[in-house]
């Protein structure tokens, strides 16, 4: 256990379902992040929040929506996503730069 | 924005043997070069990272070398053993604080006992 904490591990959802990946850390780290992981691209930063602020949305198309209620919860919540969709979607805190990861949720978009 | 290059893609080495992952990047402003080892079905776990005021970094097995007029950083692992199989990714990153990190592609690393 990395002390960042995703569930749940594997989905698998149809394009019409609305469902919502949660990441938790108790590590005291003030940033926290969703990259998405596909097969043979790099990983692909989507959100940043630092101090539960969204500073960063790297033009993620609308149907990911996160959420950070407070600086230890961050959540994505999908609706009517597509089967390029599917990868592993990470999740990771960080204190000046050290990034932990969680192990991520794999989507399968059906 | 930043770019990050990485090679090989993929990298067998026999037991016993030195590995050698190289990364580029693009941009000079950046001052922060991790590497994070991704074993089977977990997350990307960082193994060492350097930052622009040093050369050179050892922890053990992993080296890692920094060389700012080139911009480039490469990963060490000598004598490697069959757990060190695994993706190893670089990143790079600018400025200070929380500033999010580019990735490389990663490189596969299997080494063969």
């Known amino acids: 256990e990395t002390g960042v904490t995703q569930t749940p591990r594997h989905l698998v959802m149809g394009m019409t379902n609305k469902k919502s990946l949660k990441c938790e850390q108790h590590?005291?780290?003030?940033?926290m992040y969703w990259y998405k992981q596909s097969a043979k691209k790099p990983l692909e930063l989507m959100f940043v929040y630092n101090f539960k602020e969204q500073t960063e949305n790297n033009s993620v198309p609308s149907r990911f929506s996160p959420e950070c209620p407070n600086s230890s919860h961050l959540f994505l919540h999908l609706h009517t996503l597509q089967p390029e969709d599917s990868a592993l979607y990470l999740c990771?805190?960080?204190?000046?730069?050290?990034?932990?990861f969680g192990s991520g949720t794999r989507l399968t978009v059906v | 924005g930043e770019n990050v290059e990485q090679h090989p893609s993929t990298l067998s080495v026999q037991e016993g043997d030195s590995a050698v992952i190289k990364c580029t990047y693009s941009d000079s402003a950046s001052n922060y070069f991790p590497w994070y080892k991704q074993e089977l079905g977990k997350g990307p776990q960082l193994i060492i990272d350097?930052?622009?005021?040093?050369g050179e970094k050892k922890d053990q097995r992993i080296a890692v070398t920094l060389n700012k007029t080139a911009k480039h950083f490469s990963l060490h692992i000598t004598e490697t053993q069959p757990e060190d199989s695994a993706v190893y990714f670089c990143a790079a990153s600018i400025g200070s604080g929380n500033t999010p990190l580019v990735f490389g592609k990663g490189t596969r690393l299997s080494v063969i006992a």
């Open positions: 590590l005291g780290h003030n940033a």
């Open positions: 990771a805190s960080s204190q000046d730069r050290a990034y932990t």
């Open positions: 350097i930052r622009s005021n040093v």
